[in-house]
């Protein structure tokens, strides 16, 4: 493990793009970067946190709209001292911003430790639940938000403006995705990918693998509260509809459309839905085909269809494989000695379905290391 | 789809060691049945101030309340089976389950219509068993084979890739969901019940709807249907078979890829029925489907992915708690009744990770 932490080359790309987003307000127009950017980055920090589960921890979460959610409702409630809904708390606003950060948290920990216990397919269920679960306890129970949500929201000083609120998305996506990346390299990270491979033999090694899988959705968690308290001050509101099914689905494809293991693929397939969903309306012709703006939905179904039939790994996969057959055998000793990446291959293998369930852990969980 | 043999193996044999402990844990059972011991007497005598009131005061609400509960337990069974089933026999997650659901009883709805006549204002006495049979049956039918084009073009090349098979059909759920608003609209539609089994009851002074009892009757004859088919004829025996050891039967010379097509069909069908019923029951509208998704969840994750007897079992508990947490919860705040389903969930799912008669993949 001498390696670095994170590849120059990574660093670098980096580096380049948080440059590059900080100098875009200069060059682009104020819709394109109040509007669309910062709505990407907001959806790429929450997809990225799908991403963290699935990458390192094997696990696909529908979860993460839901702490989003928690965070903003939960700010909502705190901040607010005369609202129309809500506990109206009227608390500082840093003082909300912990309080919303530490519900949002501990509420995961709570959801992560049930479902610790299961993985896979279940474990995509049961977060697919909990999510539609969370949009009617905001939509039923009125003391805290109702089927209107909390409305007149404000963001503290320091966050007031619009251009304020993108510089902090482009701050906080550096962070979670430089987070996550070095995370993965730490004993808590490698354990995590570890409980991921193969969770029998890491149980029989001593680790405690619904412990690992709970603190790594209880993270998601806090890093997908993080975006929300960001989309509750730039859209001013949060209501029930925002954390229903069709956006907690949303997040997935954004994940999925990107790459679901690759953490760049967040913000790539964030891109890809926002700017889909703002200027598919504005190109001609395209409602001549019978694709408007209302069949927006059936449009993405399509793509998300189209990528998973034809190659699951996303946009990001595709991007890399390109890169690959131009560049036949690149060196990467760093990334096969810790083994890391071993999703980068195959992000959706052919699954020894049930002939793992009869207890001969088969040579085949060294290559399994993937996502789905 | 559980047999007996099956829930033996499985308890044994082959629960992964580290996720799903295969012994009970003592404490956590017992907390569960005082828990069920104090909501059954706050039930029966405390509940003052509850939309129902205690039980040995009203016993007319709590037998309604107990009806209500059986008879939506009928209905979350027929669609939940179908999900079920399909995940037994090829571990294949149905995201477009609630889909299959909305698109039949929408059909339902539109072929009750040219069955009758006319397409508002549709009363009970005019339609008769048949112009609710036809459609129930012709909406299940086109939802079944709906679900099996799906199948055959997008999950039969990738079968045992799970996730990425959820992630089809979820696609597929979002198109569906897409193109249903745009031909059916956004309203809410009814399919009207037959006039015959259009009446009311009293029960201990309490009127109730005798349609809602024709619903569990054919919940019941479907299950009942169901139980045979997997039990008693061959096709099921092949089922059962490919449930435990799918390698196997293939190994035994048997078309396992034709099986996987009809339990398809047979899965679909079923969310198809639930969508007519549903429809009649309390119609449906956009967003149907992500609730009857949620509701086959919650009933197979309480029960068990993959067992008939868990459906049941999910079926009934999950009705009890949406009829009586309304009803048994102080006035000033029903509005908790969601929070119990989640209880109910986390209650079991704390002593059985894979719910009752579920098993390790």
Not at chain 2, 112 to 131: F, H, S
Not at chain 2, 191 to 201: A, D, L
Request: zero cysteines.
């Amino acid at each position: 493990m001498t390696g670095r932490a994170v590849a120059p080359a990574t660093a670098t790309g980096l580096a380049v793009v948080v440059i590059a987003l900080l100098l875009l307000p200069q060059v682009a127009t104020d819709f394109f970067v109040q509007f669309v950017m910062t709505r990407v980055l907001m959806l790429g920090v929450v997809a990225a946190t799908i991403v963290f589960l699935a990458k390192l921890g094997g696990m696909i979460s529908l979860g993460q709209l839901l702490s989003f959610g928690i965070a903003g409702f939960m700010y909502g409630n705190a901040s607010l001292s005369e609202g129309a809904r809500g506990l109206n708390l009227g608390w500082n606003p840093y003082a909300s911003i912990a309080f919303a950060l530490a519900v949002a948290t501990v509420v995961a920990l709570l959801l992560g430790a049930l479902a610790s216990r299961t993985e896979g397919i279940y474990f995509l269920m049961l977060t697919l639940v909990y999510g539609v679960i969370g949009y009617f306890v905001f939509s039923q129970i009125v003391t805290i938000s109702g089927p209107g949500g909390v409305t007149r929201i404000g963001a503290p000083s320091l966050f007031a403006s619009p251009l304020r609120l993108y510089h902090a998305g482009v701050v906080l996506s550096a962070l979670t995705y430089l987070g996550f990346k070095l995370l993965g390299r730490t004993n808590f990270g490698l354990a995590l990918q570890g409980v991921r491979d193969d969770p029998v033999r890491m149980a029989s090694l001593g680790f405690n693998v619904p412990l690992h899988r709970t603190l790594a959705f209880g993270l998601g968690g806090f890093v997908a509260g993080l975006a929300g308290l960001l989309n509750v001050w730039w859209n001013g509101q949060i209501d029930p509809a925002s954390v229903n099914i069709g956006p907690t689905l949303d997040v997935l494809i954004i994940a999925v459309v990107g790459g679901i293991s690759y953490f760049e693929g967040a913000w790539l397939g964030a891109l890809v839905f926002v700017a889909a969903n703002t200027y598919l309306r504005a190109l001609p012709l395209v409602d001549r085909i019978g694709i408007t703006e209302d069949r927006f939905n059936t449009l993405i179904g399509a793509l998300v269809l189209l990528i998973m039939v034809l190659n699951p790994e996303g946009l990001t996969g595709l991007v890399d494989r390109a890169r690959r057959v131009r560049r036949p055998r690149p060196a990467e000793p760093a990334a096969a000695a810790v083994a890391s990446q071993p999703s980068v291959q195959s992000a959706l293998p052919a699954q020894p379905a049930r002939t793992a369930g009869t207890g001969d852990s088969s040579p085949a969980n060294e290559t399994k290391g993937t996502v789905l | 789809m559980s047999t007996e043999g099956e829930q033996e193996a499985g308890s044994i044999g082959t629960a992964a060691p580290a996720a799903a402990p295969s012994v009970r844990r003592k404490p956590a059972v017992l907390a569960l049945w005082v828990g069920l011991a104090l909501v059954a007497v706050w039930i029966l005598f405390l509940s003052r101030g509850t939309p129902a009131g205690p039980a040995i005061a009203q016993p007319g609400k709590f037998l309604v309340t107990v009806l209500d509960g059986v008879t939506f337990a009928g209905l979350l069974f027929v669609v939940a089976s179908g999900f079920t089933l399909i995940f037994g026999l090829m571990r294949t997650v149905n995201m477009a389950h609630g889909s299959l659901f909305l698109l039949a009883g929408f059909i339902a709805i539109r072929i009750q219509q040219a069955m009758v006549g006319k397409t508002r204002n549709i009363g009970a006495e005019d339609v008769t068993i048949l112009d609710w049979v036809v459609p129930l049956l012709a909406g299940a039918a086109i939802a079944a084979l709906v679900g099996v084009v799906v199948q055959q073009v997008f999950l039969r090349w990738n079968q045992g890739q799970e996730l990425r098979q959820a992630l089809i059909t979820l696609a597929i759920s979002v198109i569906l969901a897409d193109q249903m608003l745009r031909e059916f609209g956004g309203l809410a539609l009814t399919m009207v019940w037959p006039g015959e089994v259009t009446h009311f009851i009293e029960i201990f002074g309490q009127r109730y709807a005798t349609s809602r009892f024709f619903m569990l009757g054919v919940a019941l004859v479907v299950g009942l249907l169901l139980w045979l088919w997997l039990a008693r004829t061959r096709m099921g025996m092949v089922i059962r078979a490919g449930v435990d050891d799918e390698e196997m039967v293939r190994a035994l010379g048997i078309n396992i890829s034709l099986v996987f097509a009809i339990t398809f069909f047979v899965g679909a069908f079923l969310a198809g029925m639930g969508g007519a019923m549903g429809a009649s029951f309390a119609g449906v509208a956009t967003g149907a489907d992500g609730q009857w998704l949620l509701h086959s969840l919650v009933v197979v994750i309480i029960g068990g992915m993959g067992s008939l007897k868990g459906a049941v079992a999910g079926s009934l508990m999950y009705g009890m708690v949406i009829a009586f947490s309304p009803a048994y919860l102080p006035s000033q705040y029903t509005f908790y009744a969601v929070i119990i389903t989640f209880v109910l969930l986390a209650l079991v799912l704390a002593v059985r990770p894979y719910g009752l008669f579920g098993r390790a993949a």
